[in-house]
């Protein structure tokens, strides 16, 4: 109900209400902090995905009715709280430098979603604005700079999650938009039920008191519905984005309450006195529609999470051939990498034949797992040669190939028993400052590590399908595995399994490898394909299209697995529909802080006048 404010009182208009204590200033910077600590805790090798829930409802109350630039501080905040401790392992070899770096630019975008979340978040329905802006952030994330960097999608904090299934809905996008839109939405849900509680109780209140027609003793909740501008429960009003604040009266500097908000205020002489239920329903429906559509959509989706085999099975190995130190410097044991899985290639051959392995139909290695280019070098080309004659299947192999002018390329080589190396796929998303160095003589100046990259890697243009023994594989590359793209187009080249060979050894003992793996089980989902991620110091793991691990090594121990998985050729709507999820997703955000925008002009002029 719109408030009508009667005149107050001198002896109102005398008092001076006490100042604020200091320390509730940090109450919310405080709120938004831990809001990004807990989206950390939510991310493997830790199970607690729901965790994700309270950060964003933290988040929501952190950022509903702040100003623009308000938003942006409590977002980096809450960026920081995140991406410091989830990127930590970033700094494992070449010191923290490269990792405060890194976490700092990337919070950008987290405060770029705090300033749209703030901006949203007076309108009607704004869990659901909130939730977009968010997406809208991480799309553009992905993207920019330097092709992107989509670690730390909230989705891929998912993997053990309720909200798994919406992957193969729409992708990590969708995924990502549920959690967040329940999490605000339980926010909006708490809110809107402490208006009503407040109403209820100020208006029996009332009712009991006999106030007379003479003075105001208008007593307001302090909380508004979710269409208000400016509420006293949210700490303060502000008049940016969306609405107009209090004026202020001269005498008194108290809240005189003009504009356009709908409070829960009581007139207690001369206005209209609001019945418990009077608070418009619209609020709580949109937040408990917030709460109730993830979760009704995550159960509708699980029908699409399938693991059986359409097009039969395929006994697929993985090898593990470790490294023999941790660190930046294991380019330099490269010669005892490719002998480990050789090593280990010829091991399980002798155990397939003495009946204590099952033959494979195929044998995956890692990324970088010859480092030695077997183009180039006669004696790297015979041992691989012979590892795979002894398995007597097709053998894919990561190596670094050097040719003699131009950039290096990060290759998978697909070797024939017979015939040698008869395919290769070079990968397509080489990392910044990993694989190349952008700028590097002004990174130089910051750190000189730089110059361990003393040659840069070049991107590869096509995309990677093997027939491995009439198996279709897709292959994504390690840090590919994080951005939507890379892995899709293997899907809809004909992939019927996908493999994801990567190096670690340079991240350690660090959780890298854990969030990694997470990214191929949320992947598996959302294309229902097999996934088979074989590393050179671990965790190799083989995920089945529903998202289960079904065998797993440890790390930075020499290892191979041998399991039958199911093979899938059938497209979930998630790799049908690509970034068209994303991109409604983005126009929604899009509509909604134009729609604010909007207001926040109206309401200026109407002032003005």
């Not at 390329?409 to 952008?438: M, S």
């Not at 598996?524 to 590393?535: G, M, N, Y």
């Not at 440890?554 to 399991?563: A, I, N, Q, R, Y």
Request: hydrophobic letters at 45%; one cysteine or more.
């Amino acid at each position: 109900m719109s408030a009508t404010i009667t005149p107050v009182d001198a002896s109102a208009a005398d008092t001076v209400p006490a100042p604020a204590p200091r320390w509730r200033r940090f109450v919310r910077p405080g709120a938004a902090l831990l809001s990004g600590l807990l989206l950390y805790l939510s991310f493997p090798p830790r199970p607690l995905w729901w965790l994700a829930l309270p950060a964003f409802a933290l988040l929501g109350w952190s950022l509903r009715g702040r100003r623009l630039r308000a938003g942006f501080g409590l977002g980096y905040l809450a960026g920081l709280g995140f991406l410091l401790p989830l990127l930590v392992w970033t700094g494992e070899e070449v010191g923290p430098g490269p990792w405060l770096a890194l976490a700092a630019v990337e919070a950008l975008f987290v405060a770029l979603a705090g300033l749209g979340i703030a901006a949203v978040s007076r309108l009607p329905w704004w869990p659901f604005f909130a939730a977009g802006v968010w997406i809208l952030s991480e799309a553009v994330r992905a993207r920019v700079p330097f092709g992107g960097f989509p670690w730390g999608k909230i989705a891929f904090g998912q993997a053990d999650g309720m909200f798994l299934p919406l992957a193969a809905v729409g992708g990590t996008p969708v995924l990502g938009f549920a959690v967040a839109l329940c999490g605000f939405g339980l926010y909006e849900a708490y809110r809107q039920i402490q208006a009503r509680r407040a109403a209820e109780t100020e208006t029996g209140t009332v009712r009991d008191e006999d106030t007379g027609t003479g003075g105001d003793t208008r007593t307001g909740t302090g909380a508004g519905s979710g269409n208000d501008v400016g509420t006293g429960a949210e700490g303060g009003t502000d008049s940016e984005a969306g609405g107009v604040g209090p004026a202020r009266t001269p005498a008194t500097g108290t809240p005189a309450r003009t504009g356009t908000g709908t409070g829960t205020g009581i007139e207690a002489a001369g206005g209209a006195r609001p019945r418990p239920g009077t608070l418009p329903r619209g609020p709580l429906v949109a937040a408990a529609l917030a709460v109730l559509v993830p979760v009704a959509g995550a159960l509708a989706a699980l029908p699409l999470v399938d693991d059986s085999a359409e097009d039969g099975t395929a006994t697929v190995a993985a090898v593990q051939g470790n490294v023999p130190r941790l660190g930046l410097d294991f380019n330099s044991q490269r010669r005892a990498v490719l002998d480990n899985h050789v090593a280990r290639t010829r091991e399980l051959a002798e155990d397939v034949k003495a009946g204590r392995a099952p033959q494979p139909d195929f044998v995956l290695w890692p990324e970088n797992s010859s480092d030695i280019d077997p183009y180039a070098n006669a004696d790297a080309a015979d041992v691989i040669d012979g590892a795979v004659r002894a398995i007597g299947v097709p053998t894919v192999i990561g190596a670094v190939i050097a040719p003699e002018t131009g950039k290096l390329r990060n290759t998978l080589i697909e070797w024939d028993p017979d015939r040698g190396p008869v395919a290769t796929y070079d990968k397509r998303h080489v990392q910044p400052f990993g694989e190349y160095i952008p700028m590097r003589s002004l990174v130089r100046v910051f750190n000189s590590n730089v110059d361990r990259v003393s040659r840069d890697f070049g991107a590869g243009t096509k995309v990677g399908v093997f027939d491995l023994a009439g198996t279709k594989v897709g292959l994504a590359t390690c840090y590919e595995a994080a951005f939507d793209w890379a892995v899709r187009d293997t899907v809809t080249h004909g992939a019927q399994l996908i493999s994801v060979p990567s190096n670690n050894a340079t991240f350690g003992r660090s959780e890298m490898t854990y969030q990694q793996l997470a990214m191929s089980r949320v992947r598996a989902v959302e294309h229902s394909r097999s996934v088979v991620v074989p590393v050179t110091s671990g965790v190799s793991a083989v995920i089945r299209p529903d998202g289960e691990i079904v065998a797993e090594t440890k790390m930075f121990t020499p290892d191979v697995l041998v399991e039958k998985v199911p093979l899938r050729s059938s497209l979930t709507p998630a790799t049908r529909m690509g970034t068209l999820p994303e991109a409604l997703l983005v126009a929604l955000a899009a509509a909604g802080l134009g729609w604010s925008a909007f207001r926040s002009v109206r309401a200026r002029r109407t002032g003005a006048e």
